[in-house]
C-alpha cells in the first residue's frame, strides 16, 4: 500500500454562515476525488440561493486537474442546502448517501405533505450505499460506516487514515450532536460515536461543523485520540446513560436550526428544487406547529 493511499490529501472549504466544512479528497493533482457535504448559499429572507461557497470548490478541483468520481453527503442536513446537483453540473460525479435516507423521506415525505409523485426510496440519489460498503476515489480506498443517532441515515466515510464524521461529533470543546430530530436516537448515537472512537488513535476525524468558543479559532481536524481525551460529552469514562441523560436534556433547550425546513425539503430531493408549479417557479413549504 502506498502513502498517498493511506493518508489522503485533503482541501477544506468552510463556509462561516452555516458554519460547514465541504471536504474534496484527493490522491494527488490530476488525479480523482470525492466532495463531501457541499454546501449551496441560501438566503432566507429572499429565498434566494447562490453558488458562492460550491465555486470555491469547483475552483480548487479545476485548478488541481482533479476527476469528481463522487459527492457524498453525511446525512440530509437540517442546516445548510446541497450543492450536489450545482457541483455534478459542473464538476461531473454520482451523489451517494446512506441507504437509511428512505427512513428519513418517509418522515418528511409526511411533515411536509410532499406531492404524492415524491419517492421514498432514495432514488433521487445516484448511489445508496450500505454499512461497511467498500468504494474507492481513484487508487484510494473508502469505506462508509453506518453512524445514525443524529439522524437515522447519518453516514460516516473513511478514507485511509481519516475519518469524515458528519455531525456525529464536534470538535472535544463542542462535544456531540443533538439527537431530537424525527428518527434521532441519543442511546444510538452514543453507540455510533463510540464506532468511530474505537478507531486506531492516530486516526484523523474531520467534523462537518464548528461552534467554537470564543476563546479559540474555527477548528475541524482532530484524532480520535484526542476526543477520547476531551470530549465534553463521551470522553473515556462517560457512560452511555449518563450521556443520554445529558443530552436528553440539552436537546430540550435548542431551537431548530435556521435552515431546517428549506434545508430538508432539498436535501431528501438530493439537492434538488421541489417541482415548479404553473408559473415555473418552485416553492418550499412551512409547516406550521410541526416540528
Known amino acids: 500500500m502506498t502513502t498517498s493511499v493511506s ?15 465541504t471536504y474534496i479528497v484527493h490522491d494527488g493533482p490530476g488525479t480523482a476525488c470525492a466532495i463531501i457535504d457541499p454546501v449551496l ?23 488541481n486537474e482533479l476527476r469528481v468520481e463522487c459527492i457524498l453527503e453525511t446525512h440530509a442536513h437540517a442546516d445548510h442546502l446541497s450543492a450536489a446537483p450545482y ?34 426510496d432514495g432514488s433521487q440519489f445516484d448511489v445508496l450505499l450500505e454499512d461497511d460498503q467498500v468504494f474507492h476515489i481513484g487508487r484510494l480506498e473508502a469505506r462508509a460506516m453506518a453512524v445514525p443517532g443524529h439522524t437515522p ?3 460516516a466515510y ?37 464506532r468511530i472512537l474505537g478507531l486506531p488513535p492516530e486516526t484523523r476525524l474531520f467534523m462537518c461543523h464548528d461552534y467554537p468558543p470564543q476563546d479559540r479559532p474555527v477548528a475541524f481536524e482532530t484524532t480520535v ?26 436537546d430540550a433547550t435548542l431551537e431548530m436550526p435556521v435552515l431546517i425546513l428549506p434545508s430538508v425539503q ?22 406550521m406547529d410541526a416540528l
Request: glycine share 8%; hydrophobic share 35%; proline share 6%.
Open 158 to 194: 473513511r478514507v485511509g487514515d481519516a475519518v469524515f464524521v458528519g455531525d456525529t461529533l464536534f470538535m472535544p470543546d463542542v462535544g456531540t450532536a443533538r439527537c431530537d430530530f424525527p428518527g434521532g436516537d441519543a442511546k444510538t448515537l452514543y453507540a455510533s460515536v463510540h
Open 7 to 21: 493518508a489522503p490529501q485533503i482541501q477544506s472549504v468552510f463556509d462561516a454562515t452555516t458554519s460547514t466544512v
Open 153 to 155: 441515515a447519518c453516514m
Open 225 to 250: 485520540a484526542e476526543q477520547r481525551a476531551k470530549n465534553i460529552h463521551v470522553r473515556d469514562g462517560i457512560s452511555e446513560t449518563q450521556f443520554v441523560e445529558m443530552r436528553t436534556r440539552r
Open 87 to 120: 457541483l455534478k453540473s459542473k464538476l461531473g460525479g454520482k451523489i451517494a448517501i446512506g441507504h437509511k435516507i428512505t427512513a428519513v423521506q418517509q418522515v418528511f415525505k409526511q411533515v411536509f405533505n410532499l406531492e404524492p409523485g415524491f419517492r421514498v
Open 266 to 287: 432539498i436535501n431528501i430531493r438530493a439537492g434538488e428544487r421541489p417541482p415548479p408549479e404553473s408559473n415555473g417557479i418552485s416553492y418550499l413549504k412551512i409547516p
Open 41 to 63: 448559499d441560501y438566503d432566507p429572507k429572499s429565498g434566494r440561493t447562490r453558488s458562492i461557497s460550491a465555486d470555491k470548490v469547483v475552483e480548487f478541483v479545476t485548478a
